[in-house]
């Protein structure tokens, strides 16, 4: 889909409120199981068969030319075997309404874009929609939103609705009628031309309004096409949108409206994408950092329902693809590393993954397990880095491709924390990272690829041109701080935060066994000379201090044990945490 001409139209249909009519065809309506016109024509000559005690045809279009020497239309069909318009209600029923079988499928019922149609309709962004189509769809997703619209699909209904201006309340015009009013058009030669009233009703609607067009593939409309033509530029733009190549008709008309060609998916695609996109600008009031904004916007709302599960999963995926493909882009490392390339590759993998960060921070305030649990999928994916034949790569620049996802695995950990998420922390602990990853060619822990600093201080502040004792941990913890602001109430409790994760994690690490040929080693980091200052400070009543001390207090009823972490056993948090506290006696810097 084009992404930016779609975020343009949300623009304008956000500033411009109710200024658009669309255009709806019977590519709108496909999904939802109503026939197309080939498939309505086969329906019906099998049925014609079927009075000549003719069955189980493979092609009955061409039983239809072989039988009658002429090739079968829609129009053609329905002219010769009703003759008059009220007989074609009754015949034409069984295509639009759905049969118990059909019910229970969820055929000939709205469909996505139906929906988002009626949400934006609801909201008052679209005021006034003209369809070829006969079926109810749009009424009935209206319906479930508690909007009755008025509805014209006649030449004598003009005259006795309410003006489209006066209204209040959403305007469908049925250009070619309802299949349940037996009034409806649909041989050639009703489609060829239109009655005056309903062509100067149209073309004010055209003169006054910019244009949406959707499953409409301007090929065969002859009347509405010229009702088009004969209509001065409206002062608003103009999308003609279709599935694939427009035809040549449709580029005319565009170029003739001075509008736009725009290429997507789907129908389904096309409306809720612009229902997600303009309801983003109105929450997020069109703020400078829009486009956060609306993914932010998205994400709370998707978090907000079981009913958005699909969708919330498809956003963050993309996401992650999005990420994923950012640093893909620059995963070339035969280069020595400098300050430079340093701080630039920073900024490459922290810029890919900040929605990722500031979105998991969402998932784990106020989602669900699974919700949570697909960002260990993204982690994963993140840390892969595919060989490609005849790559170099120079020792140590590999371990720039694992910044974004230790800039997620930390907001992650720090989130976690800050919410009492411990068992969706523990299963993304636990997760693996499969072969072709920036290590090497072998299945190894996330931990390992992600709970090590990989360089050596020494060059690690010669790379961020700092003097740290542990300048890892300082990298990450002024790089997430501005994610976590509305977090807490001072800096000091995000630190405080920060260096309880990192803990856990050093002792989770010990704890899975993620140090290398058996000996027992868990990283270390800036955790432990906080610590010391902590215990100092107001006789240990920092929150670092009282969360780890509370272990030994509450035992199996401390939450990261009672969430299951350390095997849900004291006995074992204990041992690991008395091995690790040997480990950092001897490894600490000071």
């Known amino acids: 889909m084009g992404i930016e001409r779609l975020t343009i139209l949300a623009f304008s249909m956000y500033a411009n409120k109710g200024a658009y009519a669309l255009l709806l065809g019977a590519g709108i309506s496909r999904p939802a199981h109503i026939p197309s016109g080939w498939e309505v024509e086969g329906k019906l000559i099998e049925q014609l068969a079927a009075t000549q005690g003719v069955a189980n045809i493979e092609d009955w279009h061409q039983w239809y ?6 090739s079968a239309t829609y129009s053609s069909l329905l002219r010769d075997l009703v003759k008059t318009p009220t007989e074609r209600v009754p015949l034409m029923k069984g295509f639009f309404e759905p049969t118990s079988e059909e019910k229970g499928l969820g055929w000939k019922e709205p469909t996505r874009a139906h929906k988002a149609i009626a949400k934006l309709a609801k909201d008052g962004y679209i005021r006034i929609i003209l369809t ?48 349940i009013d037996c009034r409806f058009r649909n041989t050639t030669e009703e489609l060829d031309d239109y009655l005056e009233p309903m062509k100067n009703y149209v073309r004010r609607i055209f003169e006054d309004y910019g244009l949406i067009t959707c499953g409409w593939s301007a090929m065969w409309d002859k009347g509405l096409i010229d009702i088009i ?65 609306m993914v932010m916007a998205r ?4 978090l907000s329902s079981e009913l958005y599960n699909i969708e919330y999963s498809d956003l963050i995926e ?49 989602g669900k397990a699974h919700h949570i649990k697909i960002f260990g999928d993204i982690l994963i994916k993140l840390c892969t ?65 992600l709970g090590l600093t990989h360089w050596d201080y020494d060059t690690l502040n010669l790379l961020m041109r700092k003097s740290y004792y542990y300048p890892w941990s300082f990298l990450f913890l002024e790089k997430l701080r501005s994610h976590f602001r509305g977090c807490f109430t001072v800096d000091s409790e995000y630190e405080n935060t920060f ?78 945490f008395d091995q690790a506290e040997e480990f950092y006696k001897q490894n600490m810097r000071y």
């Open 65 to 70: 030319k072989d039988k009658y020497g002429d």
């Open 132 to 179: 070829t189509n006969f079926d109810r769809l749009l009424e009935c997703a209206f319906e479930a939103e508690g909007i009755i619209p008025q509805v014209i699909c006649h030449e004598s209904d003009i005259d006795k609705v309410t003006p489209v201006v006066h209204s209040k309340t959403i305007t469908i015009i049925k250009i070619n009628g309802d299949y």
């Open 229 to 293: 033509n004969g209509s001065s530029s409206s002062r608003y733009n103009s999308f003609f949108t279709n599935v694939g190549e427009a035809s040549d008709i449709m580029k005319t008309l565009a170029t003739s409206r001075h509008g736009e060609i725009m290429q997507i998916n789907s129908a389904d695609d096309l409306f809720t994408e612009l229902y997600e996109q303009v309801t983003a600008l109105k929450q997020s009031n069109i703020s400078h950092n829009m486009s956060h904004d």
């Open 299 to 302: 994400v709370k709302k998707y």
């Open 318 to 366: 993309k996401l992650g693809t999005e990420a994923y493909d950012k640093i893909m882009d620059k995963a070339t490392y035969n280069f020595s590393i400098t300050p430079e390339l340093f701080a630039s590759y920073l900024e490459l993998h922290h810029n890919a993954v900040k929605p990722l960060m500031d979105a998991a921070i969402l998932a784990v305030r106020w």
């Open 385 to 449: 880095k595919p060989f490609k034949s005849g790559e170099i790569t120079t020792e140590g620049t590999q371990y720039l491709h694992a910044l974004a996802a230790t800039l997620l695995l930390n907001t992650i950990g720090v989130a976690c924390v800050v919410y009492e998420r411990f068992t969706e922390l523990d299963g993304i602990l636990k997760l693996s990272v499969p072969a072709g990853n920036f290590m090497g060619f072998y299945r190894e822990p996330l931990l390992r690829l």
């Open 499 to 576: 260096y309880i994760w990192k803990h856990l994690e050093s002792l989770v690490f010990g704890y899975n066994q993620c140090y290398i040929l058996g000996r027992f080693s868990v990283p270390t980091g800036q955790f432990l000379r906080s610590r010391v200052d902590y215990k100092m400070r107001q006789h240990g009543e920092e929150p670092y201090c009282i969360f780890f001390d509370s272990a030994d207090k509450l035992k199996g009823e401390w939450e990261p044990i009672k969430q299951g972490m350390f095997g849900g056993s004291y006995d074992e948090y204990k041992k690991v």
